[in-house]
């Protein structure tokens, strides 16, 4: 299977990644195993496995990051936002790392496809789950960024941001898990993880 941090590495290498962000570090297992020089990692609730994991440890939410943080943190070139799983936080979230990549960065999403309705409810109550980031892909491949979703590890997106920041979508919707269940390919752009590199490649 692929994982994100294997999605994560193998464009670092391409693009030539030297900063990495990751919003939502919880344990540290994604954030240990990136090959960047230099790791940002930003959780409310820090943990010694995850601030070790880090050459730079924020513990606050990704909020109060790019608030208080980011103006003065420079740019990133690979951004992995993994943190509240609610597709409104999440865009203000694309929309905040938008505005802090290098002109080759991109930014990655975990848990983009959910395999049953119970893991996408909002809000959470318990079990597996991936949130509804699922809808902030569906709005975002509307509006017409690049964004497809590796059929792997819950759904990982990769974004690479094509549009003004502003642009994005970040008005209420009316998509429902039927929705996703009865256009999942369409709604996610849903690649193979034999295809995804290829794909990758072709852009850069």
């Known amino acids: 299977m692929v994982m994100r941090w294997d ?12 900063r990495y962000l990751e919003i939502g570090v919880a344990d540290g297992s994604c954030i240990r195993r990136i090959d960047v020089v230099e790791k940002w990692g ?3 609730t820090p943990s010694v496995e995850s601030v070790t994991s880090t050459s730079v440890f924020v513990p606050m939410t990704s909020e109060a990051f790019f608030e208080r943080i980011a103006p003065n943190a420079g740019k990133f070139d690979l951004v992995f936002i993994d943190g509240d ?3 409104e936080k999440v865009l203000v979230e694309i929309a905040s790392a938008s505005r802090i990549l290098t002109p ?7 848990d983009c496809n959910p395999h049953t309705e119970a893991m996408q409810a909002v809000p959470y109550t318990g079990g597996e789950w991936t949130g509804d980031v699922w809808k902030a892909v569906a709005r975002l491949r509307r509006a017409g960024y690049t964004l497809r979703v590796i059929n792997s590890d819950y759904g990982i997106g990769v974004l690479v941001p094509t549009l003004p920041t502003q642009q994005l979508p970040l008005d209420a919707d009316e998509l429902t898990w039927n929705h996703l269940a009865a256009h999942r390919d369409v709604l996610l752009g849903l690649i193979e993880p034999w295809d995804w590199e290829s794909w990758f490649n072709s852009l850069r």
């Open 104 to 110: 080759q960065g991109v930014i990655v999403l975990h």
């Open 42 to 44: 930003i959780d409310p």
């Open 7 to 18: 999605v994560l590495n193998h464009i670092a290498k391409r693009i030539g990644a030297r």
């Open 85 to 87: 799983h609610v597709a």
